[in-house]
């Protein structure tokens, strides 16, 4: 049955090699723990009670990550639901089985310092790459947006003198974000320099001059390399991905009294709790300062040991 179910994902379905081999592997697994091997599988054997020993003896006895025994449970789901629509079983026991809650990684952000340290290195640019690769930088940790955003931006989404910028997210949805003076005169800076490569229409509003294409525009593979050389100079952190700076952006908001609702209309969030990720970031902050510094995070009271002794004595 479970060959029949690879063939029937390799084939119809045109699941990758990769992807068939890791059903194949968990729901090998799952027969080991039934002490069979895979042949041997018999649906009328198995039970709900047996798939959810399974996941509990993965997270508790073999250490899995919720997000591993989740994706193990996920192919067993799959291979029942082929079964019931192939009539091999009447019901899908996996059906009210739940996967355990995975925890959600905090982002992580650039130092306040780290970004002060990048933005006096790019003061010294004067080429055209080194003016538009320091602005890359300050656009997004001014304004938060995405990769894919940045990318798409044209001259006409920037109205410099209301200070402003268009931004046009997921399902081309339109966005309007303010900009410094600071910015202003930089983007004014680069627009000057790209007079070098382009007098007028150019093809978007960040651009590189190819060799054999002439003026492009900046594709994602550089404007990733862009980022994470800049920032690999200044930053220990083991990333340093166009994300990073949109979270630092939604960090540093956060910190400096920002709102959550104001956060989540400039990161262009549909959902408040898409943005609420950032508050559980700056409470690990607090937490880490509250533990580090207060004298009675770490210790006991003298006060309390004290009253403690005194009673002992009467």
């Given at each position: 049955?479970?060959?029949?179910?690879?063939d029937?994902?390799?084939?119809?379905?045109?699941?990758?090699p990769?992807t068939?081999?890791?059903?194949?592997?968990?729901?090998?697994?799952?027969?080991?723990?039934?002490?069979?091997?895979?042949?041997?599988?018999?649906p009328?054997?198995?039970?709900?009670?047996?798939?959810?020993?399974w996941?509990?003896?993965?997270?508790?006895?073999?250490?899995?990550?919720?997000?591993?025994?989740?994706?193990?449970?996920?192919?067993?789901?799959?291979?029942?639901?082929?079964?019931l629509?192939?009539?091999?079983?009447?019901?899908?026991?996996?059906?009210?089985?739940?996967?355990?809650?995975?925890?959600?990684?905090?982002?992580?952000?650039?130092?306040?310092?780290e970004?002060?340290?990048?933005?006096?290195?790019?003061?010294?640019?004067?080429?055209?790459?080194?003016?538009?690769?320091a602005?890359?930088?300050?656009?997004?940790?001014?304004?938060?947006?995405?990769?894919?955003?940045?990318?798409?931006?044209?001259?006409?989404?920037?109205?410099?003198?209301?200070?402003?910028?268009?931004?046009?997210?997921?399902?081309r949805?339109?966005?309007?974000?303010?900009?410094?003076?600071?910015?202003?005169?930089?983007?004014?800076h680069?627009?000057?320099?790209?007079?070098?490569?382009?007098?007028?229409?150019?093809?978007?509003?960040f651009?590189?001059?190819?060799?054999?294409?002439?003026?492009?525009?900046?594709?994602?593979n550089?404007?990733?390399?862009?980022?994470?050389?800049?920032?690999?100079?200044?930053?220990?952190?083991?990333?340093h991905?166009?994300?990073?700076?949109?979270?630092?952006?939604?960090?540093?908001?956060?910190?400096?009294?920002?709102?959550?609702?104001?956060?989540?209309?400039?990161?262009?969030?549909?959902?408040?709790?898409?943005t609420?990720?950032?508050?559980?970031?700056?409470?690990?902050?607090?937490?880490?300062?509250?533990?580090?510094?207060?004298?009675?995070?770490?210790?006991?009271?003298?006060?309390?040991?004290?009253?403690?002794?005194?009673?002992?004595?009467?």
């Amino acid at each position: 049955m479970i060959k029949h179910f690879l063939d029937y994902i390799a084939i119809e379905r045109k699941y990758s090699p990769r992807t068939v081999e890791a059903y194949h592997d968990d729901l090998r697994d799952f027969c080991r723990f039934m002490g069979w091997e895979i042949e041997d599988f018999n649906p009328e054997d198995v039970g709900e009670d047996d798939v959810k020993t399974w996941m509990l003896n993965l997270l508790e006895d073999q250490h899995q990550s919720p997000r591993s025994v989740k994706r193990k449970l996920s192919a067993l789901k799959s291979f029942y639901r082929f079964l019931l629509r192939q009539r091999k079983v009447d019901k899908d026991i996996t059906a009210r089985v739940n996967p355990p809650k995975a925890d959600k990684p905090l982002p992580v952000f650039f130092r306040p310092t780290e970004m002060e340290t990048v933005t006096a290195m790019d003061n010294w640019a004067d080429d055209f790459e080194s003016i538009r690769n320091a602005l890359i930088i300050e656009l997004f940790y001014q304004t938060g947006m995405r990769q894919a955003e940045m990318l798409g931006l044209n001259d006409e989404d920037f109205d410099l003198a209301q200070g402003q910028v268009r931004i046009f997210g997921k399902r081309r949805k339109e966005r309007i974000v303010p900009i410094g003076e600071t910015l202003v005169q930089q983007i004014k800076h680069y627009l000057e320099a790209r007079k070098e490569l382009v007098e007028s229409n150019p093809p978007a509003f960040f651009v590189y001059k190819s060799k054999r294409k002439g003026v492009c525009p900046l594709d994602k593979n550089t404007l990733y390399n862009i980022v994470r050389t800049r920032m690999g100079e200044v930053s220990t952190l083991k990333k340093h991905s166009p994300h990073v700076l949109r979270h630092t952006f939604a960090t540093t908001m956060l910190n400096n009294g920002a709102d959550i609702r104001t956060i989540q209309e400039l990161l262009g969030h549909a959902s408040l709790s898409t943005t609420q990720v950032y508050t559980h970031t700056t409470f690990e902050q607090i937490k880490q300062v509250y533990m580090a510094t207060h004298p009675r995070a770490t210790k006991s009271d003298n006060r309390d040991s004290k009253t403690d002794t005194e009673h002992g004595k009467n």
